[in-house]
Nanobody, 111 residues
Framework: EVQLVESGGGLVQPGGSLRLSCAAS????????MSWVRQAPGKGFEWVAD???????SYADSVKGRFVVSGDFAENTLVLDLKSLIAEDTAVYYC?????WGQGTQVTVSS
């Protein structure tokens, strides 16, 4: 059974940083392209970043230069490092294979 479990969210001040993790089970992360997607309050889903097969990465313009996606394949975990956070980054963050989704982790950026 495929499971994705996000963690690492929380309340952070503008300009702060967070590290989100997505622990995968039931499959090997290294064999899949993975994505981070977020949903801000009252808004639709927004694609954030991809970790593609082979290790290349892609980012939405809104997070480029501030967020970094990576994989800890020994731990079968997808990671998203968030820096220079702004209020507009407030959202529930999900990791996904686009077939399977985690439950999400809340990131709130506020002073």
């Amino acid at each position: 059974e495929v499971q994705l479990v996000e963690s690492g969210g929380g309340l952070v001040q503008p300009g702060g940083s967070l590290r989100l993790s997505c622990a995968a089970s039931g499959f090997s992360l290294i064999n899949y392209s993975m994505s981070w997607v977020r949903q801000a309050p009252g808004k639709g889903f927004e694609w954030v970043a991809d970790l593609n097969l082979g290790g290349s990465t892609s980012y939405a313009d809104s997070v480029k230069g501030r967020f970094v996606v990576s994989g800890d394949f020994a731990e079968n975990t997808l990671v998203l490092d968030l820096k220079s956070l702004i209020a507009e980054d407030t959202a529930v963050y999900y990791c996904t294979t686009w077939n399977d989704w985690g439950q999400g982790t809340q990131v709130t950026v506020s002073s």
